[in-house]
Every structure is written in structure tokens, then in C-alpha cells.
């Protein structure tokens, strides 16, 4: 069983920055596609950024691409979104996910371990 926990959520001014990260333990993190959900109140929770276990490919939503950046170290089984030019609209709980299976997919359901969410709230 995988557990993820993220860190680095908190308040950020619009234009500000913030990371989180995304540790894993109990699993080959390694093996597994990333990804950065998040979901704003009312909202469903909708893909943000994914990337690849094998060769570090990378995508984007649309609303974050060119601000955001997803990167990650299996060394230290750890995941990271480094959040540029923050937007009021960016203010959701962000979730990181793993997937076990095969390609960069950007639909919640094919994602199999959950961390718990980390808060993002930008002020304008």
C-alpha cells in the first residue's frame, strides 16, 4: 500500500509562489505516474499536472501551463509542483496522486493512491 503526503500548502499573495511536495513510502514509487489534482469548493477535482515514472515526460492543464512545473526525484521518493504567478483561481485543496498504470492519464479515476490534501488559498 502507497502513502503520499503533502507539504508546502498555505497562503500565497496573487503573483506570489509556492511548492509542495509529495513524499511516498510503502511502494516502488519509482514505477508509478504522478500527478497534482486539485479541487476548489463546489468544484470537482480536476488535474493539474502529471509526470511520467519512465523518462520524466511531463503534462499540463491548459489553466496552469507556463506557471506551473512538476518535477520529481526517486531518490528521495518525492514529487513537487512549483507554483509560479499564483492566481486567486488557483485556491483549491491539492491532492497528489500515483498511478499504476500505463501512460500519463488525466482523469482522477485512474489514479490509485490518494495523499490528503494540502490547502492553497491565493489572495488578489
Known amino acids: 500500500q502507497v502513502q503520499l503526503v503533502e507539504r508546502g500548502g498555505g497562503l500565497a499573495q496573487a503573483g506570489g509562489s509556492l511548492r509542495l511536495s509529495c513524499a511516498a513510502s510503502?511502494?516502488?514509487?519509482?514505477?508509478?505516474?504522478m500527478g497534482w489534482f486539485r479541487q476548489a469548493p463546489g468544484k470537482e477535482r480536476e488535474f493539474a499536472a502529471g509526470?511520467?515514472?519512465?523518462?520524466?515526460?511531463?503534462s499540463y492543464a491548459d489553466s496552469v501551463k507556463g506557471r506551473f512545473t512538476i518535477s520529481r526525484d526517486n531518490a528521495k521518493n518525492t514529487m513537487y509542483l512549483q507554483m509560479n504567478s499564483l492566481k486567486p483561481e488557483d485556491t483549491a485543496v491539492y491532492y497528489c496522486?500515483?498511478?499504476?498504470?500505463?501512460?500519463?492519464?488525466?482523469?482522477?479515476?485512474?489514479?490509485?493512491?490518494w495523499g490528503q490534501g494540502t490547502q492553497v488559498t491565493v489572495s488578489s
Open positions: 496522486a500515483a498511478d499504476r498504470g500505463v501512460g500519463l492519464r488525466h482523469s482522477a479515476n485512474d489514479y490509485d493512491y
Open positions: 509526470i511520467m515514472w519512465l523518462g520524466g515526460g511531463t
Open positions: 510503502g511502494g516502488t514509487f519509482s514505477r508509478y505516474t
